[in-house]
């Protein structure tokens, strides 16, 4: 028996939600193939906003992530009035310490005595650093939990534990899905599969392992850090429950589960490097995901080989901030074939031989 939809997105991290969210807002019917969101790349983030911070030069790549972040506050604001459950959204600022001072300059370089007095605790090793007030976090598992409650409340079809192992066609045109519970057949199909993505389609997608850890911030005493610190080794990021989440590794291993010794110790020993109180707080949890990567680092989104297949995929560490914009761009593109933001130079076709 095939089962038939109008859409059909296949993936079940806060890429497919989010894309799925805005389908519905704008009147479209959709149904989500999910696999396993524990696996999701979601697991393997920290929820940073940081197109600053990362020091993305400028680019098309830039100019989304901006865009993303500037859209955030009220894309949250929205979801947490449908669900009654809060996603953390902070505007807390992203300090990046620095090391040495040699060949830093800009409008956002700190010196020695500032970014020591904005931050108290900070390793004496540091000289400097980048102040970015505009970058911000979100609770990455918080916004998972928001995201699949909105889609439960506007009556979006889940359907966990489908895998989908092949995307049948002729020609230029998708015909089904066959899933491990079936064929499945759509007008339209949306692939977010994450790093799973070469599996299905020949698109250079391929993971990118990530160990995380955090540790608890004892109850008795002041939040000990009030913004994130993004360091040349390591981040970390405070939540205001007095977790302290740190991370992470990124190892081309394949789907090579678990964490590690070398992981984790390289994990402890950066953050303790770079602030050093965390050698005081007691680890909560040590845990591990996949980041979908693509050569250059830049999601493909939009078109695909298949007149009615479009693609969300490729996202590598910024899935997360990336989620208001690519599902508003998506959606808008396969209801409309248009776009809020240009989408070519995330066309699949570039990485073309």
């Known amino acids: 028996m095939t089962e038939k939809r109008d859409i059909l997105i296949v993936g079940g991290g806060v890429i497919s939600f989010a894309i799925a969210l805005e389908l519905t807002r704008q009147g479209a019917s959709v149904t989500i193939l999910c696999r396993d969101a524990a696996q999701a790349a979601t697991q393997a983030a920290a929820g940073m906003l940081a197109p600053q911070a990362e020091m993305i030069p400028p680019s098309p790549m830039l100019e989304l992530c901006l865009h993303s972040r500037s859209l955030y506050p009220a894309w949250v ?3 947490e009035a449908l669900t009654g459950l809060s996603a953390g959204y902070w505007a807390c600022g992203i300090l990046a ?152 590794t990124s190892e081309s291993v394949g789907f090579t589960a678990g964490n590690t010794p070398p992981g984790i110790e390289h994990l402890q020993s950066a953050a303790t ?56 761009a998506i959606a808008q593109w396969v209801l409309n074939r248009t776009a809020i933001v240009p989408l070519d130079a995330f066309h699949w076709s570039r990485f073309r031989p």
């Open 273 to 328: 490097r770079l602030y050093p109180e965390l050698k005081r707080f007691p680890v909560q949890e040590t845990w591990w995901g996949f980041r979908p990567a693509t050569p250059d680092e830049s999601p493909i989104l939009g078109e695909s080989p298949y007149r009615n297949l479009t693609l969300a995929v490729g996202h590598y560490r910024n899935g997360i901030l990336l989620a208001p914009v690519t599902g508003c």
């Open 97 to 248: 310490p620095k090391y040495g001072e040699t060949g830093h300059t800009g409008e956002h370089w700190i010196g020695r005595e500032e970014i020591h007095a904005r931050q108290p605790g900070l390793s004496a090793e540091v000289m400097g650093g980048y102040w970015f007030p505009k970058d911000a976090q979100v609770d990455n598992r918080a916004l998972a939990k928001v995201l699949w409650a909105a889609a439960q409340k506007l009556g979006i079809e889940i359907r966990s534990g489908v895998t989908v192992d092949l995307v049948a066609h002729r020609e230029a045109t998708v015909t089904h899905l066959h899933t491990n519970q079936g064929d499945w057949q759509a007008e339209h199909y949306i692939l977010a599969t994450g790093a799973w993505s070469e599996d299905l389609l020949p698109v250079p997608v391929f993971p990118r392992k990530g160990q995380m850890l955090s540790v608890q911030a004892p109850a008795d005493a002041t939040l000990p850090l009030q913004q994130v610190l993004y360091g040349d080794e390591i981040y970390i990021v405070p939540r205001r429950d007095r977790r302290i989440v740190i991370g992470a």
């Open 77 to 79: 604001h929205q979801l």
